[in-house]
């Protein structure tokens, strides 16, 4: 009984033993370097453990040789004999422990060796990292003082190089001042010689304006003058016409002088537009002859408030002539028209004369063949075609150089065309060489009352 309790307990002891001392699932799954021991090692290692028996192992019993046994064994030697195979038992389970013991002491010593190389492995590791970092840092560090300083020196050229410019520009700017002035300078003494030189164009003294022009036998004109030169248009007309009005305008008591040069007369509508526009002027209109004024330039002169003339200006009257064209109801027609004309501008005539005008007429054809009764101004005064002939005609208003060039005026896009009801006569040469000047064509009604004796003046 007893013998069975301590195999049971030395059993138990011996699990116990055997369990502490196992490998643990840890030790199992130990990092690589556990695994660098020897092929036969790790079989060793990795072979199964056996345990041992907790049953006490006893000798064969041996077949009792009935000759030396003794007949009876005793309990105290039984005892004894149990006691021994325990201890023994005992003595091989304590080597076992400490032969599993120093095992797992050699075990955990090399686990712990791997460990510290391990360790020394990931500081060098970790070293060598920190001084890649380390080195990468200076480098880094290197670099961007590298960088500042090409920085600070791309700086420094940026500011040589804009105050570099800023000199020049300054200089540039100087230099544009400088021409500018010259510019300047020259622009003005430009001007002021342009404006001396044109200066020079005008004459210093003012235009003369009288309430009576007439001292003595000079007549004194100012710049409220209209010339009258060629044959009478519709234009001349226009262009009369508007001054007068401009002038009276301007002041309505100072006299207009309108100064014929040379015309041969003209449209007898274009005259009586002339006539009825010095009519009804305000300021008295004088018209002055310098050269020769025949048919319906003739009339106006007669016919104005006062007329002035030099004593070999020339004078010419005489009658209406004209083509006729058509049947004969056409022509009838066509000669009372210019017999009315006639009558509307030869009574004020005759009139002025003191004569009718039959009588008019009469010494027209008395004086010549031709009906083309011209006298000189000083026989035309006393036949009171004009009032006055003078002996100095004096231009007060002709303030401007006669040479001097006219603004032409400027033309855009905004300037709309003029358009005219005639053309300006200008001289040509017909196929015999003959210079001539062609007539605008008239107004169906109006008619031509001008001097052509070699037909110079040729009708549409």
Known sequence: MKLSRYKIILGSFSLGLTLFFAPSKSDAQAPEANAKESPAEEKKAHAPKVLPDP???????????????????????????EVAELTLERDLLTTRAAIAKEKFTADLRVRREMLEREKLEMDERSQRLAREVLDRREKLERGLEKLREQTDRLKIEKEAATAKVDLSLQKLRLGETELKGQLNLLTLTAATKAKTMEARLFSQREPVYLDNPLKGKTLIIS??????????????????????????????????FIVIDDSPGGSVMAGYHILKAMDGSDAPVYVVLKKFAASMAACITTLADRSFAYPNAIMLHHQISSGVRGNLTQQRESLEATEEWW??????????MGISSEEFIKQMYDKVSTGDWMEFADQA???????????????????????????????????????SFEFAPSERTDEKGRPYMRLPRPNPIDKYYLYNPDGYYRFP
């Not at 046994?69 to 004999?81: F, T, Y």
């Open 381 to 419: 005064q006393r036949l009171k075609w004009l009032d006055v002939v003078v002996e100095e005609i004096r231009e007060t208003g002709q303030e401007k150089h006669p040479d001097a060039r006219k603004p032409s005026p400027v033309k855009t896009k905004l300037t709309p065309p003029t358009r």
């Open 343 to 352: 009558r509307r501008l030869a009574d004020p005539v005759a009139k002025k």
């Open 223 to 256: 710049d409220r003058r209209i010339p009258l030169n060629g044959p009478i248009t519709a234009r001349t007309a226009t262009e009369i016409s508007t001054r007068i009005q401009y002038y009276n305008n301007k002041d309505s008591k100072k006299p207009i």
């Open 55 to 81: 049953t006490p192992k006893t000798a064969p019993e041996a077949t009792p040789d009935p000759a030396t046994q003794p007949a009876v064994e005793s309990d105290a030697d039984r005892l004894r004999k």
